[in-house]
């Protein structure tokens, strides 16, 4: 699975976007890109995932470059429920359910 | 529907004590993985078992033993502790599919003096 390298921190104003980078410069053309979220000492939480198109659900958006070697996870009205750490992950489908979960970000939302 | 369900939620053991954590999903998941997270770490994978009566060694299974006692349950041993394993060990379930989303559980707290 590819790697992907994210900033160690970032912090965001309450009800302002969040703008979460990720690069994968080296990313295959059958993986798919995850991001996942922990909240203090939970277990990770699925956000979203993409291929190559942009997706947005009922949490965040992710938007991927067309080169595929970058993405950003938007989440657009952050509030204090959205400080935690943020794993971007690539993982091609047939490699099985396997995740290689990276040090990710952490997100502060300040009041 | 508990989803993700694990035990116990602390434990501190002697080293050279072993102990089994347990963990049981509800969702009627065909796989289950086991994870350990260390102090400012992200997370690891030890094992995972894709299906029941399957398992296999994840990034560090050194230290530890897996079994699927059935779809529902999949528990992790360690056989003999070390302080080196120390951590946050978390359980999650998913299913086939590209969305693969897993569900993790509240996660074992487990110290070794």
């Known amino acids: 699975d590819a790697k992907t390298t994210q900033p160690t921190s970032m912090d965001c104003a309450e009800g302002r976007a969040a703008n979460l980078p990720c690069n994968h410069s080296?990313?295959?053309?059958?993986?798919?890109v995850y991001w996942y979220r922990q909240i203090h000492s939970q277990g990770p939480q699925y956000i979203i995932h993409?291929?190559?198109n942009n997706e947005t659900n009922e949490m965040a958006s992710l938007i991927i470059t067309e080169d595929r070697k970058s993405s950003t996870l938007i989440l657009p009205h952050a509030t204090l429920r959205d400080t935690a750490v943020y794993y971007c992950i690539v993982r091609a489908y047939h490699t099985g359910n396997q995740f290689y979960f990276g040090t990710g970000t952490s997100l502060t939302v300040i009041p | 529907n508990a989803g993700v369900t694990q035990t116990p939620k602390f434990q501190v053991l002697k080293t050279g004590q072993s102990m089994t954590l347990q963990c049981a999903q509800d969702?009627?998941?065909?796989?289950m993985y086991w994870y350990r997270q260390d102090p400012g770490m992200g997370l690891r994978l030890i094992y995972y078992?894709?299906?029941?009566?399957?398992?296999d060694k994840g990034e560090v299974p050194n230290g530890y033993n897996v079994s699927r006692l059935n779809k529902r349950e999949f528990s992790l041993r360690l056989e003999s502790a070390a302080p080196s394993q120390t951590s946050v060990y978390f359980c999650a379930s998913s299913n086939y599919g590209r969305k693969n989303e897993q569900f993790f559980g509240p996660g074992t707290r487990l110290t070794v003096l």
């Open positions: 993409g291929l190559k």
């Open positions: 078992s894709a299906s029941e009566g399957t398992t």
């Open positions: 080296t990313i295959s053309g059958n993986e798919y």
């Open positions: 969702m009627n998941h065909n796989s």
